[in-house]
């Protein structure tokens, strides 16, 4: 079974990228096929590759690539009622 992750943040490597990578280790182990997607180029793109992870970049707008919660701003809040 194929599993997209969208890597969000492509232009450094902290814990949530650890953390992801260590999550689709784990993945491949019990039979996923792990594809990762980001918004652009950096070193988290070529750590996946390094790991022998399936890539591709898929350009957004510039927001997208932009440190500083960029792409949440852009996604609808959500209110309890």
């Known amino acids: 079974m194929r599993a997209l992750f969208f890597g969000d943040v492509p232009h450094r490597i902290a814990g949530g990228q650890k953390s992801l990578l260590t999550a689709i280790a784990a993945a491949r182990d019990v039979g ?3 594809v990762m997607v980001f918004p652009g180029p950096g070193a988290f793109v070529e750590k996946c590759r390094a790991a022998d992870l399936r890539v ?3 350009e957004g ?3 997208f690539t932009l440190f500083g919660k960029a792409l949440l ?3 609808k809040s959500i209110s309890s009622a």
């Open 32 to 34: 996923l096929d792990p």
């Open 73 to 75: 701003r852009k996604s």
């Open 56 to 58: 591709h970049i898929l």
């Open 61 to 63: 707008p510039p927001s």
